[in-house]
């Protein structure tokens, strides 16, 4: 679906075929939301891994910047995916030199996952810019802009989140 186009559905349009304020609000959102969609669809492109893969990298990376052990049953949980597929995801990302098997530092029957320096370069190379980009925009905000921001997308994930008796 187009999301650039008055000619869909009259879910994001008033009477006038315009936008009012509120549907212009999530007209955006949705756009935004599909410009981030293709960005991470050319970010795994560029990587040659799929969604799943860079899901997994990214947990790892954020995990190691904050010192935390990742192990199997972590990422299984995080990513929401069978031990099985836990495990093939982790042989994938060995092969193609993202992560390293470790033995745990404590416990010598357990493993932790860990991602190589070359991935923290590569995952650096491939989205440092748009995060700059990202970072400014959200730089040239007020405080007050920045606190009206926030407040509306944590309401929004909570609609989100919430129960929906019509599915």
Known sequence: MNCDSAAGSGYWYGLEGQPDPPSAVL???RSYRAAEVA?????RD???MGETDLLALRY???AQSAGERVGPKDLSRTLGITTASTTSLIDRLVGSGHVRRQPHPTDRRSL?????????LEVRATLGEMHRRMLAVAEGLSAQESRIVVGFLRRMTEALDGPDENL
């Open 27 to 29: 007209h955006a959102l």
């Open 39 to 43: 960005t991470r669809r050319s970010t």
């Open 46 to 48: 560029a990587m040659g």
């Open 60 to 62: 790892l990376l954020r």
């Open 112 to 120: 932790v996952i860990v991602p190589t320096a070359a991935t923290d």
